[in-house]
């Protein structure tokens, strides 16, 4: 099963209003386990950059004159995303960001449905407690240091070890942990072992056999091998 957690910067909070995308960084999962393939990219608003904005991220107009717009990088985002589902904190507010840059260069937007929204998983699990990138990483032990300004590809790299969290830990990306319910319709739950038709041959000598055989009789009825 192939993931793709998400996360964005942006100018602000609505795109209704002007705001604009300015970084996109993405960590693809296969099994719920991090591959090492990325998607990480500086983006052109076209805008000035907030102060408030800025405070957050540290992304400012100089540094982004020189890159690219949303329209000229669009086709390689879209074609890393894929189908995959999106993993993403607070879903709704990048999604929204992600779907109105895809409108205005006149591409399909992406369906709420492909997403899925860690911060509703989390609050879910933990009601009433801290359920930010920040308070997650504190409650699974996951050092977010390096974490001193937001960023979307750091972000998305640290949001791939809490979703793995709250999925239940690291088991949770083996075979071991898989149930029939999660692992398809073609999965016989009703398998049971069955006995061997010819039982191995055994490794014992003839010469261990009778040293255990002497063992055991000299313990006398205190082995558990002579109770009925």
């Known amino acids: 099963m192939r993931e793709i957690v998400l996360d964005t910067e942006t ?19 296969f099994n719920h386990m991090p591959t090492g393939q990325t998607y990480h990219q500086y983006i052109n608003p076209e805008r000035a950059m907030p102060t408030a904005a800025f405070e957050v991220h540290g992304l400012g107009d100089e540094f ?26 607070n879903a709704s507010f990048d999604m929204k960001f992600l779907n109105a840059e895809l409108k205005r260069v006149n591409r399909p937007e992406i369906p709420m449905s492909q997403s899925l929204d860690t911060l509703a998983i989390a609050r879910k699990k ?8 920040d308070g997650l990483c504190r409650r699974f032990g996951i050092d977010n240091a390096s974490r001193t300004l937001h ?27 898989t149930d029939a319910s999660s692992a398809g319709s073609d999965v016989d739950d009703t398998w049971r072992p069955r006995p061997r038709p010819t039982a191995l041959a055994s490794k014992l000598t003839k010469e261990e056999a009778a040293a255990h055989d002497t063992f055991v009789k000299d313990m006398g009825n205190g082995a558990i091998w002579s109770k009925p």
């Open 11 to 29: 100018t602000g909070f609505e795109p209704s209003q002007g705001d604009r995308i300015v970084e996109i960084g993405a960590v693809e999962l």
């Open 151 to 177: 960023g979307a590809l750091l972000d998305s790299e640290i949001l791939a070890e809490v979703y793995l969290e709250l999925l239940g830990g690291r088991q949770s990306g083996f075979a071991l942990a």
């Open 64 to 89: 982004l004159s020189d890159k690219p717009l949303f329209k000229d990088i669009a086709q390689v985002f879209i074609d890393f995303i894929g189908d995959s589902r999106l993993v993403i904190h």
């Open 126 to 133: 933990f009601p009433g407690a801290n359920a930010s990138l």
